[in-house]
């Protein structure tokens, strides 16, 4: 069964060159086309696509508006912003709104065929630059003290989630199995009661758990 893909952007040529990259993959099937947030939202609801390729900045509705609504109506579809912009006005709203992933434009094809993959699989999937806002800009919202909860261990998973590695990338660096570090992930997501591995990097780099 391969990735349904539903494409935001209100550039056409955008729009008409990723779907044309994206068709010759043969796991991945296109199945719409918006040119703006509201577009979007509507389409999603029609189409349930897996993921939505997401502009930030479009008329009507922009994309971190359209994200909070779908995430709010279908929390199972996956959305990945494709922007410009990678300053921490727009990163943090755009994952606060429930984005799994954040992507520039400059992506190298390939590499955006991997990050496809990897949100598909539950792992977060951010730009070097939107991650390096997050750790430069954001700041301690005093979120209530559950880390006192979190074993040593439990820690050290979730540092290493906020630098955006994967279950296999965390179980060679604590030398750990990964079915190990899958356990660890879920108890620290119902301890800290996060819905998935974005808002646990959110949550450790507000936190300053991370250089």
Same mark, same amino acid.
């Given at each position: ?11 056409? $040529?955008?729009?008409?060159? @990723?779907?044309?990259? @994206? ?17 979007? $939202? ?6 349930? /696509?897996?993921?939505?390729?997401? =502009? ?19 929390? !199972?579809?996956?959305?990945?912003? @494709? ?9 943090? /709203?755009?994952?606060? &709104? ?19 993959? %990897? ?34 261990? !439990?820690? =050290?998973?979730?540092?290493?989630? &906020? ?8 179980? &060679? ?5 990964? %079915? ?24 450790? $780099? ?6």
């Amino acid at each position: 069964m391969g990735i349904t893909i539903l494409i935001a952007d209100d550039h056409h $040529v955008v729009r008409r060159g @990723l779907a044309f990259f @994206l068709k010759t993959q043969k796991d991945i099937e296109i199945i719409g086309e918006a040119g703006n947030g509201r577009e979007a $939202v509507d389409l999603a609801r029609t189409l349930k /696509p897996d993921l939505i390729l997401m =502009d930030l900045v479009m008329p009507e509705m922009d994309g971190i508006q359209a994200t909070k609504i779908i995430k709010s109506e279908m929390p !199972e579809v996956k959305i990945m912003m @494709l922007t410009s912009f990678s300053d921490q006005d727009h990163v943090i /709203p755009a994952l606060e &709104a429930g984005a799994s992933g954040y992507q520039l434009k400059d992506i190298e094809p390939d590499e955006l065929i991997n990050c496809i993959k %990897k949100i598909m699989s539950g792992e977060n999937q951010l730009h070097p630059k939107a991650t390096s806002q997050l750790l430069a800009n954001l700041s301690n919202n005093n979120e209530k003290n559950v880390m006192e909860e979190l074993t040593k261990r !439990e820690l =050290d998973v979730l540092r290493e989630i &906020a630098k955006g590695k994967s279950n296999k990338e965390i179980a &060679a660096s604590l030398f750990i199995t990964e %079915k190990t570090v899958k356990t660890h992930v879920s108890n620290l997501l119902a301890k800290l009661e996060l819905a998935d591995r974005t808002q646990a990097a959110l949550f450790a $780099v507000k936190n300053h758990l991370v250089e």
